[in-house]
């Protein structure tokens, strides 16, 4: 999931990116591994599971002069590096003015 705000004129003020996946180890250390043949067991399992809601929480810090951003979150699946396919995008505009 790629999370992004853009000021209203579209200069970026902020970007950050969450990978979701079982994570694995083998039995020789705790180094996370990829490939199923090199997996002993899971540590954490931070995956998104369906029908599951998923909250998330991202701080940003915008100037004081700032009142208004577009956030922009783009979730893709990426079963191998490199082959990105997308799944969903919102952007909206948050604004601190009431």
């Not at 979701?20 to 067991?41: L, N």
């Not at 998923?54 to 699946?77: G, H, M, N, Q, S």
Request: glycine content about 4%; some cysteine; charged content about 30%.
């Amino acid at each position: 999931m790629d999370v992004t705000a853009k000021n209203t004129k579209g200069k970026e003020i902020f970007k950050e990116s969450k990978i979701y996946m079982p994570q694995a180890t083998t039995y020789c250390d705790e180094k996370m591994v990829y490939g199923a043949h090199r997996k002993a067991g899971y540590i954490r399992d931070t995956s998104l599971q369906p029908f599951k809601v998923k909250e998330e929480t991202f701080d940003i810090k915008l100037p004081v002069d700032l009142r208004a951003v577009d956030v922009i979150v783009e979730l893709t699946y990426q079963l191998v590096p490199g082959n990105i396919i997308p799944i969903h995008k919102v952007t909206r505009r948050v604004t601190l003015d009431k």
